[in-house]
């Protein structure tokens, strides 16, 4: 049985945000991705700390396809260096999980 993660991602604003998700969706390399609210983020970035707006989100794929995934993302996205994270996902509601495999299977429709 092929495991799923999350994959966490911040982008600077709504519309990187919803043209990249709807491209990995497209792209069957995640079965969907939740954009959540605007987030105010707080780091150091060379040398000097910042302060942005930014939108986080959440992509659902297969363990399998996150190297695909992250690769496409950072690919696309406008930061330097973008924040993407592949966190496991230890249990899910097996339809739910099940629906993840299929839709992030690589072959799309």
């Known amino acids: 049985m092929t495991a799923l993660v ?36 707080i780091y150091r970035w060379q040398g000097r700390v910042e ?10 794929t297969r363990a399998d396809r996150a190297e695909a995934l992250i690769a496409a993302i950072a690919g696309r996205h406008g930061y330097e260096v973008p924040a993407i994270t592949v966190w496991p ?13 299929l839709e992030a299977e690589g072959t799309p429709a």
């Open 89 to 101: 996902v230890d249990r899910a509601l097996e339809a739910y999980a099940e629906w993840v495999r």
């Open 51 to 60: 302060e942005a707006d930014e939108v986080p989100a959440i992509f659902k």
């Open 6 to 41: 999350s994959v966490y991602v911040v982008f600077a604003d709504r519309a990187e945000a919803e043209r990249i998700a709807r491209e990995m969706v497209e792209a069957r390399l995640a079965a969907c991705a939740n954009l959540l609210g605007p987030c105010r983020s």
